[in-house]
Nanobody, 123 residues
Framework: QEQLVESGGGSVQAGGSLRLSCVSSVYTYNWYYIAWFRQAPGKEREGVATINKYGTTNYADSLKGRFTISRDDAKNTVYLQMDNLRPEDTAMYYC?????????????????WGQGTQVTVSS
C-alpha cells in the first residue's frame, strides 16, 4: 500500500530552522512528483515546493530562498529544509506524491497524501 509519513515538525522560535522528512512506502523514484503543502488554521492549503524524479525543483514564490526541497532515493525520503522561519510559517505541513506528470503547486495534482506534521513558530 502506498503511504507517506511525515516527521520533523515541532516548535521553534522565529529565525530558527527545521528539517521535515517524508518517508515513502514505495521507492521514491517511482513517484513522478513529490511535493510539500501546508495549511494554517482558517486558511486554504497552499503548495510549498515540488521535486520531480529527476531532481528538478519548484517553489512557491513567497518561500524561495528560505525553503529547500531535496530527495534521497536510497532512503525513500524527501526533505524540506526550512530556514529563517517566521510566525506566519506556522501550519500543518503535508507531503504528497503522484505518478502523473503534473507537479503543480495545487493539491489536485496529487493523489497520495501523508497525515501531516505540525510546525509552530513563535515570535
Amino acid at each position: 500500500q502506498e503511504q507517506l509519513v511525515e516527521s520533523g515538525g515541532g516548535s521553534v522560535q522565529a529565525g530558527g530552522s527545521l528539517r521535515l522528512s517524508c518517508v515513502s512506502s514505495v521507492y521514491t523514484y517511482n513517484w513522478y512528483y513529490i511535493a510539500w503543502f501546508r495549511q494554517a488554521p482558517g486558511k486554504e492549503r497552499e503548495g510549498v515546493a515540488t521535486i520531480n524524479k529527476y531532481g528538478t525543483t519548484n517553489y512557491a514564490d513567497s518561500l524561495k530562498g528560505r525553503f529547500t526541497i531535496s530527495r534521497d532515493d536510497a532512503k525513500n525520503t524527501v526533505y524540506l529544509q526550512m530556514d529563517n522561519l517566521r510566525p506566519e510559517d506556522t501550519a500543518m505541513y503535508y507531503c504528497a506524491a503522484d505518478y502523473r506528470r503534473l507537479g503543480g503547486l495545487v493539491d489536485w495534482d496529487y493523489r497520495v497524501w501523508g497525515q501531516g506534521t505540525q510546525v509552530t513558530v513563535s515570535s
